[in-house]
């Protein structure tokens, strides 16, 4: 019989006190495993939600004569006649080594002209690239066009893209607020800057600068405004779980030293640092916890040697030396302290993807980690074994002549 046999021969008779200190191990190492999935989880989340949010980089440059916000940042009034971004500029931006992190860009030309004698907000683009920067925008559905309409579409919103994805040099889309103003609807005409357009759609109040702005195709809008080549604006949605924050502002500032690349991430920033607060608190519990399993795990295996003073004393009397014994205690730790790591982890995802709809209202993305896995059971294993080394040490420490004193 081999010494590995041995302890878990030793094990399996002592069943009862073996499944206590496995099931704190299991708790401990599930503990550890089910606040790193969530908060690997809620940082998923914080960078899906970035990624929603669309534009989280903005490259201005001093052109025209209005403040505009976006995601939550002021850009100082622009001024005409200084210097400008252009549509070469962007030639510079797709060099950029990390441009295959961008997801999408929309560049702008942005001014004010008269719209039925009233001074607007005029944005030139692409209707398509505006959406993908911006996946809020909606067209708003006119309550008169019919209960088929509504039952269709409850939300009384459509996209830009169901309706007009290219816009012709003659059509607008306007935001709800200046469509008010103006006292316009949808399929009429609007004369801007002596030139009539018609408006194909109006947007749904968002609470943005988009709800008094007017939208056209960026020819249109560099005839206007008569400003060929020329940019105002540039957004950016950009994947920061391929390139840091510093790095791509870095390569933007480099690349269009003329402009101002601003970053929106900070509205989040205060989610990451509550995502940090719990991450402190959460792991400090859970590593309470999992400790907690270690000592219990330890302080069984130092009961079981003070209750087997006779096996180990007739051990060392048939020829077993200290070593022996020494290895024969660490053996059942580290058996125990292994297979609580297992169970742990895979308790640890099941406990996570159990909470994570408490949070957030949809299931996670749980995804098996045979890397995780691996080292959970490591440092499980690895601490048990240490745990147990010291009633090992006193185990083969034992005189057999005192263990069989009273036999």
Known sequence: MTLFQIALNNLRRRKKKALLALVALTLGAAALVAVFS?????????????????????????TGSLSFSYGGIIIPELHYDAEELTVADLELLYALPDWPAVLAVSPKLV???????????????????????????????????????????????????????????????????????????????????????LVVGILSPNGGSEDNQVFMNYEAAELLLGKAGSLTVIELAVDFSRVTEERMLGQLETALPQARATSVRQAIIGRNELVGTISRYGFSAALLIFFSGVFLVGLNIYTAVRERTREIGIFRAIGFRGAHIFRIICTEGL?????????????????????????????PVVVWDP?????????????????????????????????????
């Open 38 to 62: 969530l908060v690997g989880e809620m940082e998923n989340e914080i960078n899906r939600q970035l990624t929603e949010l669309g534009a989280n980089v903005v490259i201005t440059a001093d």
């Open 111 to 197: 001014g004010i002209a008269a719209v039925n004698g009233v001074d607007l907000a005029i944005v030139g683009g692409s209707l398509e690239a505006e959406y993908a920067v911006k996946p809020w925008l909606h067209l708003h559905v006119e309550e008169e066009e019919g209960a088929e309409h509504e039952e269709e579409n409850p939300t009384g919103m459509r996209r830009p893209d169901e309706i007009a994805p290219d816009l012709s040099n003659r059509e607008v889309v306007i935001g709800k607020i200046a469509a008010e103003r103006l006292k316009i609807k949808e399929e009429e005409l609007i004369d801007i800057g002596g030139t009539e357009f």
């Open 335 to 363: 058996l125990l302290s292994a297979l609580g790591g297992l169970i742990g982890y895979h308790a640890g995802l099941l406990a996570a993807y159990q909470i994570w709809p408490l949070f957030s209202g949809h299931d």
């Open 371 to 407: 890397l995780l896995l691996a080292l959970t059971v490591l440092i499980t294993a690895i601490t048990g074994v240490l745990a147990t080394m010291l009633p090992a040490r006193f185990a083969a420490a034992i005189d057999p002549a005192e263990a069989l004193r009273f036999f």
